[in-house]
């Protein structure tokens, strides 16, 4: 199998869209989405949905999108020769909690197909706390193994050490978060990974949510909040100068504002900030540093 | 002339540095310098001097640095073979004032050399309101293009054309304020840029303080504050996303925190923000659409 059918996967993560959207405004209670539809002038178009209201949920994004046409202006990620043409499709999510206590969440699912070569799917999710809790960070990874150890096509530990490895503010010699699962270019046993891209995409809410719950309540500090809204300017770093995405997407003549949707609400960048010897917020900047198995 | 004298320009860009941030001081009237001096492992170092407090200026930048060493990883600039040695000194100054009627200043002034090759300058200085005052953006280009034109060296027309090409957010079609003067690699006629760029420095007080002094006592409503934090969100955006000094600093492992000194203090990214016909939001966004002749 060199392909999948596009439709099965536009009908299924059109549905991950509306259901993880439908998740996120039950929880937040306060708040709906905008819903924009675009069209690509090249061909193609999506689904962006925004949420930000006064409720647990600062800020909240859930994409979809179907593009085709002439791959744009040399490599489209690094498989395709310039001149061919390219389908790609895909959902990807991020949320902003306004509570410090809660990380943020970050996901996508994408399948690619070129005019040559076998297609490929990509993805991957990733958990970014700003305070840490271990019963989390083990909670998030247990999901996402558990997931794996059900399908002999993923590998955990080389895509959960390949999360680490990209989301990685070199800069500052810290990751932006405590990582998760990261792979691309999957092209072998289609069928298999699709099987598997399946599964994880309707554990996300479960990898997720009851997390989110358990920490939206937690009393804030306005030490903490300020902590929040610093380290909010680190993930505000990797997304424009790492995140291969991001800049291939502003550079290529990607829809801005779906692309920017992922940017926290709400930033701060202050000089020389460090956190104080054996406080919280040390301990959060250590595990940045050296990433942990969490499993 | 090849090259000029290193320690008459390090004496030169370090009173730059001195004289600039006392005129600040004074503006700001509450808050006074952190000053940071650094070592760089290959060679050199620099004072990294941040103002941030509670009065008319939000967050200030004055930096100055002299490094020198082995040219990192490939091209510096575009002009040194990989291997070859390098030095760089130079004075760069970013202003962020509080109210969102005084717009944000930035200026630099650097000297480079090689093992191979003359010496040459780079630069400049530009402005970004985030309400258009016309007679700001009208005194601002005055001072700069006065001083061009007391140099035959200088050509106002070309570098405040580079300078609205190379501040643009071309994910965004619009530039990043109302420009300025922006030039690099001058190579030719070293004394004559030399002295071109003494006295550009020395005009930098006189272009930008008076704005600064005439507008911060503007009231403020909400909706213009949240403005200014959505456009300084622009800021960063070009500053992380294309600024050319910024990336190679970061990708080559310059000094982070005195790199992204340069970022405002408070940001905001919001989905889908369009200022109300016929606003001064609007007449603003026009403005950086299709940059306009001010002198």
Sequence with gaps: MSHIDRTEFETWSRRLQ??????????????????DRWER???GGGDTWVLSGDGPIEKAAVNWSAVWGEVPGGLAEGRAAAGSTFYASGTSIIVHP????????????????????PAWFGGGADLTPWYLYEDDARHFHGVLRG?????????????????DDYFRLHHREEGRGVGGLFFDHLDERLGEVWAFVQELGGLLSEAYLPILRRRIG????????LWH???????????????RGTRFGLQTGGRTESILASLPPRVRW?????????????????????????T
Aim: hydrophobic letters at 35%; one cysteine or more.
């Design 41 to 43: 002038g090249g061909g």
């Design 229 to 243: 809204l610093r380290r909010r300017g680190r993930y505000a770093e990797f997304n424009l100068v790492w995140d």
């Design 18 to 35: 509306s259901d993880f959207a439908a998740d996120l405004e039950r929880l937040d209670g306060t708040a709906g989405f905008r819903r």
């Design 218 to 225: 937690t009393t804030v500090t306005p030490d903490q909040e």
């Design 270 to 294: 202050d000089y020389g900030v460090e956190p104080a010897p054996r406080s919280p917020e040390a301990a959060l900047v250590e595990v940045l540093r050296r990433p942990r198995d969490w």
């Design 98 to 117: 306004r509570n410090p206590h809660a990380p943020t969440f970050h996901a996508n699912l994408r399948y690619f197909e070129t005019d040559v070569g």
């Design 147 to 163: 997931a794996c150890e059900r399908h002999p096509v993923a590998d955990h530990r080389a895509w959960k050490q390949a999360c």
